[in-house]
């Protein structure tokens, strides 16, 4: 037996001793704040190390995935030999062109992505076929296809097929394209061609739909690519060209992956948020169970901060084994996860060890753990022996001003943990800071709930008064239950209203109304042959042209002080506009789908200055009125137009809808070709049209919107599950925090139940007080959840993944019903073991 010196400091060696002598090997009374622990560290570090590791590949092989060190693009022209000749300076140049365009084989067709290539690609890297073989450019009449362009025209290596009228021979079938998260979207799969194919088949025709792409591998590899972009745009201007650089090789990938790691780190700190409250319930419950142990030693001699060290001790062994758990089982599930993402993200495959990731989820645990362990401990360490002896009758309380330091010192870290791995912190701090005003929210609802238990009359039934007295007796358990309840509630709300919203969000951005096919690069001279071309096939079907050119805004705003794109630190809020090149058109007609809200539109002969017509949300993003003007930069030209009006375009379409549209005057003379929707009565078959127009107008791509349709479902629906199923480890750790919750009043009214058997209460009467209790605790907790959950939500849906705020209330209704019921069928099933306890041995026990 140990013997404690009055005033003496317990040894550190010597308090783990004992401690280790009283810690079960199983962790028993622990092993809640295990569970709760493997559940969230297991979250941060799997999310941590799969989104560090695609991070790590984007930056590694930007060079691979962006097939350079610079890229120049531009749409329906080729760089001048003067910015050629610059640009080639820098090293060895690579030069090809993107555009879609119809692969076909008899009756056959395929819409592809044709990517046209010189001698001298890939500059980096090597496209992989599917034989083994490491390739580059196709020799001249050979091409590289897909597996589902080989599938689709039934092709195999060495066959002959069509792209546009020139007969070219399957070369290989690709296996691995390092390039393919660069080129972005694509209306069918890659085909990869020589240099040549494209203007022998009249695609690069003045007008025609296409881009060409320029990349350079620098012969100075540690020269700046940043730099070398810079020097071209004081050069020849910043509408010049679009350009990226290997440090941005895949923009789009690169901001799905930091938003959607944010909001998986966010769900997981939610996860361990709400893991905390069950940590400081289980260790309350596992310092109740020895309350006898402690007030024991404090007789023998312990001081405060000898059972301070002995349970700190056991706490923290048990704390650092669920980190570690939690660990082991990131990096168990992040090979399912890299295996689930491998065709759309770069990520390695088999087993992924991230030390800094795997330390964060590990910091992140201890640190919430230190925070909800503290104000138990706090309490344990505080009192004297016969104080803790009758803490059944008068329960302990927490000496606050000892709280200040660990509980402080722990938020600080967590939030500067947090802060310094966010993509956007204000969305983090927000998050964070409504999660700290629920936690007091809550625990002020506690104590309201408990006064007002105290204040309202006395029902008559003897059981209904028993379950309202337990919400404000001495020792009521309120206050925990309403933190742990009212956060459980909350996480049901939360992901009830994040996924309906994605799914309505889904819904909205997939239009109710689309043409059936999509027709590029018509020949406007063509325009009546392609008619009859439809009519023969298709009879009755609706077909629109519209023209069809490619510019970029370099200007807007008053005509004397109109403001410079280039200017521009950053781009305004929803100005994506300004991004690049967009489609441009002009009209006679106000367009289809689109409704004048300000201004007046033009004459249907006007000849006058060149207007232009303006979609209002981006009118408003931008600061343009009528009467401002825009210059857009049309195939290296500019050209500036009055705003004549302002639009409100239907976009729930698949139709045209474009953000500028001019007056004819002001670009009709450009060289250009036309777009064409066709849209067939219901039932008409449209079987052969698809290859008529194919083989009638080669030069032209042709796509079904159905296939499209579906695809675009698919990912989205894909993306709605993925969030789904990230955010059911909130869930998860809810529910483990009611259990932990209910458990422990549970074990807390174990005494009061047994007084209630010797005086007489039946089983079905001691139902009904509990029953009565969690019912009053749970109604007056739905309207907290309710308002605390959506506006969690909200944060989540609007300023994370910039979506609309759509939920579907009654679905969030039946979800938060749902968690009602699942707390009362807990605590009815967690109360039977109490129900079928013999009181003279839990009375002996006591």
Request: with cysteine; net charge positive.
């Amino acid at each position: 037996m140990t013997v404690f010196r009055v005033k003496n400091r317990l040894p550190w060696r010597t308090a783990w001793n004992i401690a280790r002598r009283d810690l079960s090997t199983r962790f028993r009374g622990l092993r809640l704040l295990l569970a709760c622990l493997v559940l969230g560290v297991g979250a941060i570090s799997a999310i941590g190390t799969l989104t560090g590791s695609i991070e790590r590949e984007l930056a590694s092989k930007g060079r691979e995935i962006l097939g350079g060190d610079v890229e120049l693009k531009l749409w329906q022209r080729d760089l001048s030999p003067e910015q050629l000749a610059a640009f080639s300076r820098y090293g060895q140049v690579s030069r090809g062109y993107r555009m879609q365009a119809i692969a076909s084989r008899g009756e056959l067709t395929a819409p592809v992505a044709l990517k046209a290539v010189d001698s001298n690609w890939p500059l980096y890297g090597s496209l992989s076929l599917i034989d083994g073989r490491k390739v580059g450019a196709p020799p001249p009449g050979s091409v590289w296809i897909t597996k589902g362009t080989a599938a689709r025209l039934d092709l195999k290596v060495g066959d002959v097929f069509r792209i546009s009228d020139r007969k070219v021979i399957v070369g290989g079938v690709i296996d691995a394209d390092p390039e393919q998260m660069s080129e972005g979207f694509a209306l069918g799969d890659v085909a990869i061609c020589a240099i040549d194919l494209p203007g022998e088949a009249g695609l690069t025709v003045p007008g025609a739909m296409y881009r060409s792409a320029v990349r350079v591998r620098f012969d100075n590899p540690r020269r700046d690519p940043d730099q070398v972009v810079n020097a071209l745009k004081i050069r020849f201007g910043d509408g010049a060209f679009d350009t990226r650089t290997r440090k941005a090789a895949s923009p789009a990938t690169a901001r799905f992956v930091n938003r959607m790691g944010q909001f998986l780190v966010l769900v997981g700190l939610a996860a361990l948020m709400i893991a905390g409250i069950g940590i400081g319930g289980g260790v309350s419950s596992y310092l109740e169970a020895r309350r006898t142990s402690i007030a024991t030693l404090k007789v023998l001699g312990a001081t405060s901060g000898d059972i301070a060290r002995i349970y700190l001790l056991q706490v923290g062994a048990a704390a650092l084994t669920g980190s570690l758990g939690g660990i082991a089982l990131g990096v168990l599930v992040t090979p399912l996860l890299a295996s689930a993402l491998g065709t759309l993200l770069p990520v390695s495959a088999g087993f992924i060890v991230s030390p800094a990731a795997l330390a964060t989820a590990a910091a992140y645990g201890l640190l919430v753990a230190l925070v909800f362990v503290a104000p138990p401990l706090a309490r344990a360490r505080a009192f004297p022996a016969m104080a803790l002896m009758r803490a059944q009758v008068s329960p302990l309380a927490t000496d606050r001003k000892a709280l200040v330091l660990p509980v402080g010192l722990g938020v600080v870290a967590i939030l500067a943990l947090a802060l310094s791995n966010a993509e956007q912190p204000v969305v983090t701090i927000g998050y964070l800071a409504g999660g700290a005003a629920l936690f007091a929210l809550l625990a002020l609802v506690g104590v309201v709930i408990g006064k007002l238990a105290a204040r309202l009359p006395r029902p008559r039934d003897p059981m209904l008064r028993t379950g309202l007295a337990n919400l404000h007796r001495p020792g009521a358990k309120t206050g925990a239950l309403v933190t742990a309840l009212g956060f459980g509630l909350s996480a049901f709300v939360l992901i009830a209203a994040v996924q309906t919203s994605v799914d309505a969000n889904i819904r909205k951005t997939m239009p109710a109304r689309a043409p059936d096919f999509f027709v590029l690069d018509v020949p406007p001279d063509s325009v009546a042959r392609f008619r009859d071309t439809i009519e023969q096939t298709v009879p009755h079907a609706t077909v629109k042209l519209v023209p069809n050119l490619r510019g970029r805004i370099l200007a807007y705003g008053p005509k004397d002080h109109m403001t410079r794109v280039s200017s521009l630190g950053e781009l305004p809020e929803n100005a994506w506009a300004l991004q690049g090149e967009r489609g441009l058109t002009y009209s006679v007609d106000v367009p289809e789908g689109s409704a004048v809200t300000a201004g007046h539109w033009w004459p249907m002969l006007y000849r006058g200055e060149p207007l232009v017509s303006v979609d209002e949300k981006f009118a408003d993003a931008v600061g343009l009125k009528v009467g401002d003007y825009l210059t857009v930069g049309v195939l290296g030209v500019e050209r500036t137009a009055r705003v004549a009006a302002l639009r409100r375009i239907d976009w729930d379409t698949l139709g045209f809808n474009f953000v500028l549209v001019f007056s004819p005057n002001t670009l009709a003379d450009a060289p250009h070709h036309l777009a064409a929707t066709i849209e067939v009565p219901r039932g008409t078959p449209t079987a052969g049209l698809l290859s008529k127009l194919a083989h009638a107008f080669p030069s032209s791509s042709v796509i079904e919107t159905g296939g499209l349709l579906r695809n675009a479902q698919t990912l989205l629906s894909q993306m709605a599950a993925a969030v789904l199923a990230a955010a059911s480890v909130t869930v998860l750790a809810g529910l483990a925090v009611l259990l932990g919750a209910i458990a422990a009043a549970r074990a807390s009214r174990a005494y009061d139940n047994v007084i209630l058997r010797v005086l007489g209460a039946s089983r079905r009467q001691l139902l009904i007080a509990l029953l009565a209790e969690y019912g009053l605790l749970t109604s007056a907790l739905a309207f907290v959840a309710m308002a605390a959950g959506s506006g969690m939500a909200w944060a989540v849906v609007v300023k994370l993944f910039e979506f609309d705020w759509l939920p579907d209330w009654p679905r969030v209704f039946a979800v938060l019903g749902a968690g009602i019921v699942l707390v009362l069928i807990f605590a009815l099933a967690g109360s039977l073991p109490l129900l079928r306890a013999k009181p003279a041995r839990v009375l002996r026990e006591l």
